[in-house]
């Protein structure tokens, strides 16, 4: 209670000085939180802005009825039709105005509206870092908990160069572009919940965290028992059909993914995601222009007018993910991607780069269709469709999906290399043109 008094003086004369008091900064909430939890308040812990504001106005024991209610931090700003109704006019007016001293830039991130958040200190964003999740040259991926709603989200944490310190509007122009991507919904892209920019980083915040990325994902076959293989390989056949569709939905929303790899495709549970599409961006890049020259890619995924910095569209993707699939369809049959590598570094032109060894490709996808199940062989006619070196011969993302809907649609399929969720066209909510994506 001793400790409560650097932020609640607790003499009457202060609840007259509240129109005129500082609001609390997010370092004030989650030390009043921790206070709580350290003296057995648990629940109170959880809401130390409802707990603040009724501290403030004297009225705790209502605390409460918040509780009752299953009311959170979240609900915040309330007003007279979420407050509350047994709470008594006289206090829900006092806590209707003095609800401005716990309204922070931690409040805006999770919400469905929210702005890209500004926080002066490390110390002011709202996410406890749980465990680390991966690392690049980017920054770092890790799990954490809001400290707001107690959420479980993943968080991409992108450094901040030179470039961004020095030229605001590139910073704003990265903040329009996330803002756009937070509008994409598809049940197999990775949701971003907000983001944020502190003196050392800028965070995105998503969902779901993720139990493996694609890359792992295809490892851990080579150790797997025999029934567990099986088993994933079950649900490995319909991540053909449900990141077509999520790269079909993305086109249709003159949305370019740019980056597409074994490590930007997450697996949870049985389900597969597309992440990182669009903000995969090197600070320093972030200002150029993504249609010609140099950008960030990665080389082995590549398609060959990126490589070489010519120009580039949508039919780029088409390439990258068609690379995704050749290392999916070598562990349907039963095969390894370490293996697929090794065979591209010694023979024919002697590159693992997709882009610099087509006929290797080739001769590898001959090799493959002579094992495991022959109802596996769909992606023989898909993959050489979009491993065209020439991007207006490659199929298209709507061309894919619909070759791919003919095989799952076939009664002599035996497995369909789609989810039950994208076995239907997907919906599309663009009818324009989108040539220059």
């Given amino acids: 209670e001793t400790a409560m008094l650097a932020w609640f003086p607790g003499n009457a004369s202060n609840r007259s000085q509240l129109s005129s008091s500082e609001p609390f900064s997010e370092t004030d909430l989650r030390s009043i939180s921790d206070i709580l939890r350290c003296t057995g308040k648990e629940q109170w812990s959880r809401i130390p802005r409802i707990y603040s504001v009724l501290r403030l106005i004297d009225k705790l ?17 309330f007003n007279h039709s979420t407050i509350p109704g047994s709470l008594n006019p006289s206090a829900t007016h ?53 400290t707001v709603s107690y959420t479980v989200y993943a968080r991409k944490l992108i450094h901040r160069g030179r470039t961004f310190k020095k030229d605001k509007q590139v910073s704003k122009d990265f903040e329009r572009e996330l803002g756009n991507l937070k509008k994409l919904k598809h049940i197999h892209i990775v949701k971003l919940i907000g983001s944020y920019t502190d003196p050392k980083f800028v965070g995105i915040i998503m969902l ?78 972030a200002g150029k222009s993504t249609s010609s020259g140099e950008t960030v890619c990665t080389p082995r995924y590549c398609a060959p007018e990126v490589a070489q910095c010519l120009r580039r569209n949508s039919s780029s993707d088409m390439w990258s993910l068609d690379c995704v699939f050749l290392e999916i369809w070598t562990v349907l049959k039963e095969d390894s991607v370490p293996r697929l590598h090794t065979y591209l570094q010694v023979s024919h032109s002697m590159s693992s780069y997709y882009h610099l060894n087509p006929s290797g490709v080739s001769s590898w996808v001959s090799i493959l269709s002579a094992r495991g199940l022959s109802s596996d ?21 709507r061309t894919l999906f619909e070759e791919i809907s003919d095989v799952n649609s076939n009664p002599e399929t035996k497995f369909a290399f789609s989810g039950h969720c994208c076995i239907e066209d997907p919906e599309s909510e663009s009818a324009h043109s989108c040539a220059s994506v």
Avoid at 106 to 116: C, V
Avoid at 123 to 141: I, N, R, S, T, W
């Fill in 208 to 285: 779901p965290v993720a139990d493996y990325n694609l890359k792992e994902f295809l490892e851990i076959q080579m150790t797997d028992s025999v029934e567990r293989a099986k088993e994933r390989r079950s649900f490995l056949r319909t991540f053909f059909g449900c990141l077509t569709s999520t790269l079909l939905y993305l086109h249709d929303s003159c949305v370019r993914h740019k980056d597409i790899k074994p490590q930007n495709v997450l697996v949870k549970g049985h389900d597969v995601f597309l992440t990182d599409f669009g903000i995969s961006l090197d600070w320093a890049e």
């Fill in 377 to 397: 062989n769909a992606p023989l006619s898909w993959i050489p469709n979009l491993m065209q070196k020439d991007p207006e011969v490659r199929w298209t993302a």
């Fill in 94 to 146: 006092e806590f209707l105005q003095a609800q401005r001293l716990v309204l922070s830039r931690a409040l805006d991130l999770e919400q469905e509206t929210g702005r890209h958040g500004h926080f002066s200190s490390h110390a002011d964003v709202p996410f406890d870092k749980v465990e680390e999740l991966g690392k690049g040259g980017y920054g770092y991926v890790d799990k954490v908990v809001s």
């Fill in 61 to 77: 024991p209502a605390i409460e009825l918040f509780l009752a209610q299953g009311i959170t931090d979240v609900w915040f700003p």
